[in-house]
């Protein structure tokens, strides 16, 4: 059974950091690309990033390039979101997901999602 | 980036008939566009992938179609458990986009 475990939600200050992780179990991590989507109220769903398999090829959000980076340590099967220069309106629950289209580093549809940490940015 | 918008934002249907979700792409997705459902508090479910394809496990009444920039999510015969947002997503190229949603309210 594919599960994926996100932890690292936290109330942070505007300009602060924080770093969030997703463990992914029940497949061959390896071999799929892993995306971050965040969900706010006001906004709806909003595609974050996502890294290919490898590691190799990272691609971000303009909302979010240069202030995140999405990276993954395939030995302990986890994906990371480090996020810096917090701002109120990154205030969201954050998931990450799973490809379920084996591509190398393409985007495709999302068909496993963990339950979500959320990340609060208040003063 | 391509942008997709989603009509009506809100949708209320009796159980039993049918709902309507409409999605456009501001240029071609071709066929790479899918459909997602979120309950309250849940994360998103697959529901569609490639315009017509229902992801493992999704009732039949879930229907895909569409192509280019023009795609329909029908739900036939109701249930109120249906009751969610319906939100589109396309991944024909990076950025991935999705759409705003539609709240489908069961009467």
């Known amino acids: 059974e594919v599960q994926l475990l996100e932890s690292g939600g936290d109330l942070v200050q505007p300009g602060g950091s924080l770093r969030l992780s997703c463990t992914g179990t029940?497949?061959?991590?390896?071999?799929?690309?892993m995306t971050w989507v965040r969900h706010s109220p006001g906004k709806g769903l909003e595609w974050v990033a996502a890294?290919?398999?490898?590691?190799?090829?990272?691609n971000y959000a303009d909302s979010v390039k240069g202030r995140f980076t999405i990276s993954r340590d395939n030995s302990r099967k986890t994906l990371y979101l480090q996020m810096n220069s917090l701002r109120v309106d990154d205030t969201a629950v954050y998931f990450c997901?799973?490809?379920?289209?084996?591509?190398?580093?393409?985007?495709?549809?999302?068909?496993?999602w963990g339950q979500g940490a959320l990340v609060t940015v208040s003063s | 980036e391509i942008v997709m918008t989603q009509s009506p934002a809100t949708l209320s249907v009796s159980p039993g008939e049918r709902a309507t979700l409409s999605c456009r792409a501001s240029q071609s997705v071709k066929y790479n566009l899918a459909w997602y459902q979120q309950k309250l508090g849940q994360a998103p479910r697959l529901l569609i992938h490639g315009v017509f394809s229902r992801a493992t496990g999704v009732p039949a009444r879930f229907t895909g179609s569409g192509s280019e920039t023009e795609f329909t999510l029908t739900i036939s015969s109701l249930q109120p458990e249906d009751s969610a947002v319906y939100y589109c997503?396309?991944?024909?190229?990076?950025?991935?986009?999705f759409g705003q949603g539609t709240k489908l309210e069961i009467k």
């Open positions: 890294i290919s398999g490898s590691g190799d090829n990272k």
């Open positions: 029940g497949f061959t991590f390896v071999k799929y690309v």
């Open positions: 997901a799973k490809s379920r289209a084996l591509v190398p580093d393409g985007p495709t549809e999302l068909d496993y």
């Open positions: 997503q396309h991944y024909n190229s990076w950025p991935v986009t």
